[in-house]
Every structure is written in structure tokens, then in C-alpha cells.
């Protein structure tokens, strides 16, 4: 895992230093986290083929984006799921102004940012990464909210961008016992960057299952961080749905801060003609007991690229954990590429670590039976790609869910 | 049923196929008329299964000579879901698990299919419902099978049930069955049977590709062709499949011999 990456000035780029030089003075609650980040990002290199996080991901598209502020931009989505709170929501403004909150769900205090922000990034050991400074030094505002002990909220979060540059960032606290569904639209529709970093802390017995659909364009890139950190008999899920980036980088990172919770990793991203998307995931565990099911799904067509990284830490207090990650790639074009690396550092003695990969093509004998009862075989293929995709959609939070048909992530892919 | 006079649904030619590069079919003739049941017995090897897999069209399969006419239309430059859409029917000995595609959906979309090219208005979700429950009943089968992904986790004899439930709902005029007894226990195959004998009528005709007797004890065939080396080597009534069954396959290896020494 990389730390700061301290390198010479030459290897900055013009278009983020002149970004950084036009950027308006540090201001609001995040100042102190702008200045830190616009410092970090002066002072380290932009991630490139050198870095071995960064080996197979090529950010030059990052050079040619719009980064002037976003306007927001209207989703196409059905109406809000009964009994969830919806709030879109474009980092630029507060989200929650005019809203009164659904019960179970309070904004943080001043305070309570000022305290529990990037203690979730720093526990997860991402709080220098190049995406996050990115965030820290572009984001105006934080969404910060708890849910309270033994309430069940469901929250759904709309970020649909203009061109430009969309910054979101967002800090949850959940209680004990506290539940939480969140789905979560981040879509581009016209050329920008889009950042993203979530900090989310679980209480015992507290669970979570988010679903992220970020819907983007070939001129368009996503930088995701989220990270989560777990006290004991917690429940977390994180899913993933990338589709359309010219490039996306997912960093999701859970730490069981005493093992004994249960995480729950989900990924799908498709990749058509030249885009790149790439999700390097990290999991600790720091204590015993502790579980991770991590199934992580790709489909690259055209000239595609596909990346993916799974770090899973189990040192030696992490006696009987049981993890499981697997990977599954469909190769639908001898142009596409996928580059996936299980990354195991076990220390424990007394654990189950499983791992997988898989990278195949669709099934010939699959693709005859479907021809041979007369469906063709464009069909036949969309529908073998659909319950490879499947498996991953099935699992994501009920809006979530029915905001990313499959027709929809192929139309955005293509 | 025998009638001289029915139409032709199915005309092979001296039909010569391979499989990479080993030749497999050397020379099938075969003739399949309207309201016929014909039976296909051979050994492992003999080509009978390579017979199906060429008249449906699968790709690993090269055909290097003769022909094959359904209905009069060469049916070997047709792709598989052509001819599956055109009436022809393979009812695999395998049938392929397909995890995550809805078994319902599946069968939806392959019998609109085949609708469409009978000119037949395509079948909402309801109406679907109402005809696949109703063709349930030809394999007495659950109707929670409808829910689950195709084949997935399905005993053999569910596979092969599927297999003929997705025959009922095709109403394909020439049917190749490929060793649908193997793998059926003797209720099973009963019912599987009983499906075969209800569907049969005496406009479509029936290929069945089998080792064994006790298929044809339930299902009475017309004909009863003996494959060997990739040929038909004799052509009868059903009692051959009791003389078969009685004699084994190894006066079928003395024929091919005393056949090569003629040649030779």
C-alpha cells in the first residue's frame, strides 16, 4: 500500500498545478482539510505506471478534464423507494437545507465533524492516498450524519453533474445497533471529474449496506474511496457498480477494529472501447472471528481494461478469520484486458482465507443452448452477461437496484 | 406411424461430419417422414450423439459432405436459432446449467421465438404463464422449477423433464432426443416417456438417440436404425431393438468387419 508519494516537482502535472493555482482560497468547515490537501497535492507526484497501485491504471485522461465546479444535473430515476429519504445532492451546497429529517437519521455537530473527520480514512490507511487529497483539497462541504441507535433508515443519495468537477464527500456514524440502507447515484453527464470519499463508522451490532451505481462517460472519471471501519458484531456491504468511466478508481477499505463483524465486499465494472476502470480493495482485520465474503466481477469489451486489486490483512490477532474473496472476469473481446491480483497477507495461524480468479470468455456450450432454442445469438449473449452481472445486482439496496438495469450499465458502457 | 404418402420433414444424404480433425460421420442416410418415430441404438462412438449435435448445428462440428434438407430448405447453412425457430429440436443428453438466467424468462424468450417465425403474436409475461403451466403438466412438473436458473441445480431427471417441457412449448416438427433416458431412474423415465408419446402426432416426427431398449419399450418407434463407425449400418422394425438387446453389439462389430473385408 502506498503512503504519501514523495516525488520530484517535475513529476507533476501543468494542468493540476494550474487547477491548484486557480482553486479559491481555502474556505468554510473544510478549510483546514483543503489546505492540507492542495499542500499534499503540491507536494507529491501525480500516481503513474511507477507506482505499484497505480502499475496498470493511466490517469493522463485526468489532464484533458473540465474541472471548473459542476452544476447539478438532473437523474432520470424512478421516485424514491417508500419510506427512504432521497437527497440530491452536488457537494457544492448543503444537501440537507429545506429537508427535515426522517427519524433515526441527525446531522453531526461541528464538533463531532471536526473530530470524526478522517479518522476512518486514517484507520483504513488511505487518509494520503492521491485520490483522497484530491478530495480534501476540492470539496466544500461534508455531508455528515448518524443514525441513531436501533433506528433502520433507508437514504438514498443523488449526485448527477454538469461538466466539471463534482467533489462529494460524506461522513456517517452509525450507532449500535443501528441499520442503514444507502444507495448512492453518482453520474456524469457531460465530461469532469468526479470524487468521491466516504467515511463510514460502524458501532457494534450496527449495520450497513451500501450500494454505489456511478453511471459515467468516456470523458468522464470517477475516484472513489470508501472507507468503513467495524466494531465487533457489525454488518457491512459495500457494492460497486461501475459502468461507462473513461476511468474510474474504486478504493474500497473496511477495518474490523476488533474482528468479530462481518463484511460483505461487492464489485461489478464494465469496460467498453478504451476505458479503464480499476478497484484496488482492502480489508483488515484487527482482532479475531472476524468474516469477509468478496466477490468481485468484471466485463471487459472492445479495448477495455479491467483492474482489480484485493488486499486482505489478517495479522496475528486475527486468529479464526474466515475470508473469502473471489474474482470473476468475462473477456468478451481478444482486445479487452483484465489485470486481477488477489493480495493475501495472513499472519494468523488459525484462519480460513480463501481466495479466487477466474477470466473466461462466455460458454460456447452456454451460447448453443440458448441457440438451439431458436434465441439469437446477440440474445443469447446479453443474456449470459446479464446473470454474470447478475450476481453482483442482486445483492445491491432496493433503489440501488432499480436504478442500474443491465441495458442501462451496457448503454452507458458502449 | 407409417404412411407412405406423408411429407418428408427431414432428408439426410450421405452426411459426412467431424469433430477438430477426426471424422466422425462417414457417410448417414437417413430419411424422416411426417408422423414418424424413429430410434438411432449404437454404441458409445458410433456417431449418434455427433448426428444430433450436426443436425442442430453446434459449432465444434465440421460437416464435410453430403446434405440435409428440412422441409426442402438445406438446413445445415442455417444457424442453430434458424433452425430451432424453423421447427427443429434438440433435447440435449446434457442439458447446460445456466446460473442467473431465470428458467421462466428462458422459456419465454426461446418460445416467442419460434412463435415469430410461425407468424404467431408474441406472449406477454401473463399469457406465457398461463401456457407454461399448462405444459407443465405434459412432465408433471413443479412449478417452482419456473423460478430457479436454467437447469441449475437440477437432478438429472428434472434436467431431462425441462428438456421435454421446453419440447411442448417449441412444438418443433422434428425432434432429436439425445439419450433423454440416460441418467432416469424408472418413474422418471415414465414420465419423460409419457411426455415424448403425448407430444408425437401426425404432422412432427420424432429422432430418438438411445442405447437401450427399455426406452423403446415406452416410446414405440417405427423404425429402428443400428449406427456403427458412423454410418446406419442396418435399418428395421422395432423388433431389432429386441434383437439388439438380445445379441448385444457384437455381431454389429462382426458385420463392420465382414463390411470392411467386402470393401477391401
Redo the contacts between chains.
Sequence with gaps: MSASLAAPAAAKGAWLEGWLAQLPAACGELAPVQERGRQALRQTAIPSARHEDWRFTDLSLLQTLPLAPAAAATAALPAPEAGAFRLHWNGGSDPLAGHALPAGLQRLSAGEIAQGLGHTLAAAGCQQHWPVELNHAAAEHVLALRVTSRSQVSLELVSAAAEGLQALRLLLLLEEKAELDLSQLVEAQAAGLHSLVVEVHLARGARLSHGLVALGQADAALMANMAIEQEPESNAQLSSITSGWGLARLEPRAVQVDGAAHTTLRGLQLVDGQRIADTHSFVEFKGPEGQLDQLHKAVAAGQGRSVFNGAVRVPRAAQRTNAAQLSRSLLLSDRARIDTKPELEIVADDVKCAHGATVSSLQTDELFYLQSRGIGADQAAGLLQRAFCEEVLRDLPAAARSWCSLERLLEVAA | MIRPDAPVLLEIRDLHARVEDKAILKGVNLTIRAGEIHAVMGRNGSGKSTLSKVL?????YTVTGGSVTYRGENLLEL???Q???IGV??G?QY??E????SNL??LR??TN??RA?KGEEELDTFAFEDLVRERLKVVQMDPAFLDR??NEGFSGGEKKRNEIL?MAL?EPLVAILDETDSGLDIDALRIVAGGVNQLANADNATLLITHYQRLLDAITPDYVHVMAAGRILRTGGKELALELEQRGYDWVDQELAALAAEVA
Aim: no cysteine; aromatic share 10%; charged share 25%.
Design positions: 442442430a448445428g453446434h459449432p465444434a444457424d442453430p436459432e433452425r430451432a425457430r429440436f434438440l440435449f442439458p447446460v445456466i446460473p442467473g438466467v424468462e428462458f424468450v426461446s421465438a419460434r417465425e436458473s436454467v421446453q417449441l
